[in-house]
């Protein structure tokens, strides 16, 4: 199993940024404010070493210059001296250019990521993006001249957007091959003009059921590029539970999880269909974690059929059926050989 990358994490809390995407509450999302370079070096006057600094919720190149090497300067020191590897950025697809990508990766900058949100240029339009999807192309072009690893964002549930439109996207995505995407169900937050149509009644966002499947789909479609997804759904801050900030979307503190079981589910259910009687499943703990499902919502429902399960943890790559029939699964397998057109159509 791969080690987990040590990353220290900076929010730049929408620092930099011209635009007013429909969506965006940095300081809602991060929970935090916005870090200055001076706070940067003091978080690193110890001896804790990190994989990378990452300086998140801003678009970095959008940057006056000045500012954006007085945050290299603060981190330089502690590359030099072998505490950090890198620095990993986020910002807008328009912010990148030939003298920008060459700046970063001079200034040890290893991964950047793009908010990309949609490959569909009416839903970018609608939701103030202020860039089309033919910049993402040409930013991930760019990136890609350089050493330098691409993570794309990309958003379910916005205005303009379906399903479709979003298995679009997520094709689009899969063929600029990003080291890496995110996955973030929109969310509404007060004072943004998300809140605005969602009060006026423009704007209804899906359930959370809906964009569970939905993301179930798009979970399948990267996984069977090979393409890891690093994060799936926002984190919960309690600052989006403060008065006014979070005001309606798919929330829910175990997203990714109920994403994974819904996958599980579907595969399993399949594959028990026409199993009687007791069933001992062992496997891993990611594995039988997902085969129960969060509070266990996925072994009740398997076991509405004609067989009962018993599960037990060990420590394995796969996970083994014994019963009315008997499979040895690997995990690879749930992903790649369920149908994506499986998964009820919202
Ligand atoms: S580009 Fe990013 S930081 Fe700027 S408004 Fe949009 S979401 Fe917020």
């Known amino acids: 199993m791969s080690k987990k990358r040590q990353i220290l994490p900076f929010f730049l809390v929408q620092k930099g940024c011209p635009y007013a995407c429909s969506y965006c509450k940095q300081e809602d999302i991060s929970g935090k404010e916005a870090c200055t370079p001076s706070d940067v070096q003091k978080a690193l006057e110890n001896d804790r070493s990190y994989d990378e600094v990452a300086l998140y919720g801003g678009s970095f190149t959008c940057l006056p210059k000045e500012e954006r090497f007085a945050f290299y300067e603060a981190i330089r020191p502690s590359i030099d001296a072998g505490k950090i590897n890198g620095i990993r950025i986020s910002t ?9 990508v060459e700046e970063l990766v001079k200034n040890h900058v290893k991964a ?10 009416e839903v970018l339009f609608t939701n103030g993006r202020g860039h089309t999807k033919e910049d993402v192309r040409t930013a991930v072009n760019l990136l890609k001249t350089a050493p330098i690893s691409i993570g794309l964002q990309m958003m379910t549930g916005l205005p303009r957007d379906t399903d479709e439109l979003a298995i679009r996207t997520a094709k689009s995505l899969i ?16 004072g943004t003009a998300l809140a605005r149509w969602y009060r006026e009644g423009k704007y209804i966002p899906p359930t959370l059921e809906a964009s569970v499947q939905l993301c179930a789909k798009l979970v399948m479609l990267f996984h069977q590029a090979n393409i890891p997804i690093i994060r799936l759904g926002l984190h919960e801050e309690e600052s989006m539970h ?16 109920l ?6 589910h579907k595969y399993f259910s399949r594959l028990l269909q026409s199993c009687e009687g007791q069933v001992t499943i062992r496997g891993p703990y990611d594995m039988i974690q997902h085969i129960a499902g969060h509070k266990g919502w996925v072994r009740k429902e398997l076991e509405k059929g004609k067989c009962r399960i018993k599960l037990i943890q060990e420590q394995s790559e796969t996970s083994t059926i014994d019963g009315s029939i008997q499979a040895v699964i690997h995990r690879d397998e749930i992903y790649r050989e369920g149908d994506v057109n499986a998964f009820k159509s919202n």
Not at 92 to 100: H, K, L, M, Y
Not at 175 to 190: A, E, K
């Open 112 to 121: 950047v990521e793009l908010g990309v949100q949609s490959m569909d240029d």
């Open 242 to 257: 403060e008065e006014g900030a979070y005001v309606a979307g798919p929330i829910h503190p175990a997203f990714g999880d």
């Open 175 to 190: 063929c600029l091959q990003p080291d890496f995407v995110r996955i973030y169900p929109v969310l509404v937050f007060g």
């Open 92 to 100: 807008r697809p328009d912010a990148i250019n030939e003298s920008i």
């Open 259 to 264: 994403v994974e079981d819904t996958i599980f």
